[in-house]
């Protein structure tokens, strides 16, 4: 077989696409997408290279600088550019891993992130650039406030890579810091490729819809169900078929394992290793200690407050469901058990049918996609005085679209996003806002405007009826949207502090905050229409919808106690066995029993993700979120574009320039409170 040629010529250069790009950086106006999307497998690791050793020979330089010549111009502004050069160079390199169509490609960017990873954790532990920094801090020198904070923090994150300890313990941190990078790509990598699929025959997927069906793939006669979201979720939500759940549960529950479990289990070790050498008693100490919350006592105090308050919850609509579970199982004459973990999805969905009247299928109609994405990108340009507008773009796949984004007031170029809907084999498969370009300013004094992806995973339409989202999905996509404004709208001047670089804690607050509109019937009319009649969303149907809105509130936020404090409990140890704690703390905290051999955790990317000993913050940023909502927002009205614009400026603006406290105090006038958070889950304050 000929190899098929890319480009019909020899591939290009790593220094040739590197300097393409640079070139664009330093001598444009910043008003453009300066990445690319076109490189190809054969030139992404060459890219990276030429990324690496253009870094390299930045820092090589800075150490080199004498105490006499360390100014701001030869340390820290060369710092801060390279930041956002290396930034770009990493996103055209290592974001096609989660997105690209072909294998190849997404195989080399993932090679190429390894690689620049490494880099960055070696970048980050050397120890000559971190006594040149020490020579320009130690003149004192007067600074703006945000230069003072990227001073500030470059010296926080040296001081937490060990660099003031002896040269054999900075080795060892170094060699288990890499190590760890490596095992993370490796994790994700594997979640991304999993395409393990079941074969069930038509009267195994009872209770399951026609068009659900008929997107499937057969095998000899048998419908083929994979593991990814659309396709398991259904399955575990609507089908009649007891022992179909069993297997479809099983089966997701048991995603790479036992390859993920092995690495997040060398992985919890390393982390303990490292804190200890560090002088933190466990990694959630060294983590936390940057945190809002500040020490794991904290996560620990508010984690177990909130689950005795949700226990009487949780008690009354676990016997909901048994009593469900009851009744079906004598209408069929079968033996009655307790409640296992693949009959979860089903019975809550069966709670909302019956007790709040909300059929999720029925619903579905309501929300093609189109109409959805119109009205949220409405809503969004309303609230925060935006513009946007459809633009051709070159882009990594047919099905993405592009788009620009003004200033409503003067028509000024805020920034650009994308939004990538689909699944395809190999895509990253949850809902993410990916930051591609940082909103950030350059060197030459001009500013680089943002862009950033909206990756999602709704079903793609079929020649019979449009994509059409379940309302948790709309909920999904107006939340990763929030991501993306932060992203567009943060006007911080280092990358360091661009878009959503702020304490991970409060990261999710902007977003969670407008997940409230998804309830709102206004909003909710906006993003409706029936996708065969154009007919609105019927009152009827929205109040029940709304009034839905905490039905299974106890089981849900218990799952999220759950997987808080299983983050919690392996890393404040020196090593764990996964699946046995995941076991405990599901049956103490939830009340039921893990399935028998599943382990979530291999498929818990958090886990490799970013959230290591933070995944408590979803909840935490709640509270943030739910006060911003009800003392701003519900009082003043929720399409009030003055709230939306002082929303824009005090909370999304400073990106990571100041303390998320401190903004959140700016927005709402006073220290936040929990009684918000409390009553938005049907607790008494």
Not at 30 to 44: F, N, S
């Amino acid at each position: 077989k000929k190899k098929k040629k890319t480009h019909g010529i020899m591939p290009r250069s790593g220094e040739e696409l590197f300097n393409a790009i640079k070139d664009k950086v330093e001598q444009g106006d910043g008003q453009e997408i300066v990445l690319r999307w076109d490189v190809t497998a054969e030139e992404l690791m060459p890219l990276a290279e030429a990324a690496i050793a253009h870094s390299k020979a930045v820092y090589d330089k800075i150490a080199g600088v004498t105490a006499e010549e360390a100014t701001w111009e030869t340390v820290m502004q060369p710092m801060a550019d390279d930041d956002t050069l290396f930034r770009l160079m990493d996103s055209v390199c290592t974001f096609p891993q989660h997105v690209h169509a072909d294998k190849a490609v997404r195989d080399a960017a993932t090679a190429a992130d390894t690689k620049m990873s490494d880099f960055r954790v070696e970048l980050a532990s050397r120890y000559d650039v971190y006594l040149a920094v020490q020579k320009y801090a130690d003149r004192k020198e007067k600074l703006e406030p945000e230069a003072q904070r990227f001073l500030d923090r470059v010296m926080r994150d040296f001081k937490r890579r060990g660099m003031h300890l002896d040269e054999d313990t900075r080795n060892k941190i170094l060699a288990i810091s890499k190590k760890m990078s490596d095992l993370s790509i490796q994790y994700s990598k594997n979640l991304g490729e999993e395409c393990r699929k079941l074969l069930f025959a038509e009267e195994e997927l009872k209770g399951l819809p026609e068009d659900f069906l008929k997107g499937l793939t057969k095998v000899d006669g048998k419908y083929e169900l994979n593991l990814k979201y659309p396709c398991a979720i259904p399955c575990l939500k609507l089908c009649e078929v007891e022992e179909t759940r069993r297997q479809m549960e099983a089966a997701f529950n048991s995603r790479c394992v036992p390859d993920n479990v092995n690495i997040l289990e060398e992985l919890i070790k390393l982390r303990h290793e490292r804190a200890q050498l560090l002088g933190y008693e466990t990694h959630a100490h060294y983590i936390t200690e940057i945190r809002m919350v500040k020490s794991p006592e904290k996560v620990k105090e508010f984690l177990t407050n909130l689950s005795e308050k949700l226990t009487p919850l949780n008690q009354e609509e676990m016997d909901l469901l048994r009593e469900l579970k009851k009744k079906d199982k004598e209408a069929k004459g079968e033996a009655v058990d307790d409640i296992r973990a693949y009959d979860m999805t089903f019975y809550r969905n069966k709670v909302e049918k019956e007790k709040y009247s909300v059929d999720h299928e029925q619903l579905k109609a309501y929300f093609p996609l189109e109409v959805v994405t119109k009205g949220l990108l409405d809503i969004y340009q309303e609230l925060l005085s935006l513009k946007f507008v459809e633009v051709k773009k070159e882009t990594w796949h047919e099905d993405v679209k592009a788009f620009e984004v003004h200033n409503k007031s003067d028509d000024a170029l805020v920034g650009f996003f994308y939004l990538d809907m689909h699944p395809r084999d190999g895509k990253y498969g949850h809902a993410a806002c990916f930051g591609l370009q940082p909103a950030t300013r350059l060197g030459n004094g001009k500013r680089l405007v943002p862009a950033a992806a909206c990756v999602c995973n709704f079903t793609k339409p079929t020649a019979e009826q449009p994509s059409l989202l379940q309302h948790s999905e709309v909920e999904t996509f107006f939340h990763e949207f929030g991501h993306v404004c932060h992203q567009l709208c943060a006007l911080a001047n280092f990358t360091l502090f661009a878009g959503t670089s702020v304490e991970r804690d409060f990261v999710e607050a902007p977003s969670q905050m407008l997940e409230n509109w998804c309830w709102e019937r206004p909003a909710l009319a906006r993003m409706s229409a029936h996708y065969k009649t154009g007919e609105p969303l019927p009152d009827e149907l929205l109040e029940k919808l709304v009034a839905s809105r905490n039905a299974n509130a106890g089981i849900l936020n218990k799952r999220q106690i759950v997987l808080a404090t299983f983050d919690q409990t392996i890393h404040t140890a020196a090593s764990a066995d996964t699946a046995a704690v995941l076991a405990r703390l599901t049956k103490e905290v939830s009340g039921y029993e893990c399935s028998p051999g599943t382990n979530m955790s291999a498929s818990f990317g958090h886990m490799a993700g970013g959230y290591d000993a933070q995944y408590y913050g979803y909840l935490y940023s709640e509270v943030f979120s739910m006060d911003m909502y009800k003392t701003r927002f519900a009082a003043e009205g929720i399409f009030n574009p003055v709230t939306g614009m002082d929303y824009r400026t005090k909370i999304l603006q400073p990106g990571g320039s100041r303390d998320a406290a401190e903004s959140l105090c700016d927005f709402l006038g006073r220290e936040p409170t929990a009684d918000a958070f409390l009553e938005s889950k049907g607790l008494k304050v």
